[in-house]
Nanobody
């Protein structure tokens, strides 16, 4: 059974930093590209960042480019999202999932950027 367990969210002030983790299981992690998504209140879920299976290539939404960094540890079946210079508009529930697969969503991790 494919599962994603996101963690690392919390309350942070504008300009602060957080590092999110996503532990994946139920499939051969190293073979799949991975995505981070987010969903803000009242908005549709959006793709934030992508990383290839070997970590050699990444891509970001324009809204987070230069502030967020996606990475992965294939030995730990985990994908990360390092976020710096956080803005109020980054407030959302963050999720990870495999690229191109219709997996069930995990529970997500809440990130709240507020003073």
């Amino acid at each position: 059974q494919v599962q994603f367990v996101e963690s690392g969210g919390g309350l942070v002030q504008p300009g602060g930093s957080l590092r999110l983790s996503c532990a994946a299981s139920g499939f051969t992690f190293r073979l799949f590209a991975m995505n981070w998504y987010r969903q803000a209140p009242g908005k549709e879920r959006e793709l934030v960042a992508t990383i290839t299976s070997n970590g050699g290539s990444t891509n970001y939404a324009d809204s987070v480019k230069g502030r967020f960094t996606i990475s992965r540890d294939n030995a730990k079946n985990t994908v990360y999202l390092q976020m710096i210079s956080l803005k109020r508009e980054d407030t959302a529930v963050y999720y990870c999932k495999r690229m191109y697969r219709d997996d069930d969503w995990g529970q997500g991790t809440q990130v709240t950027v507020s003073s």
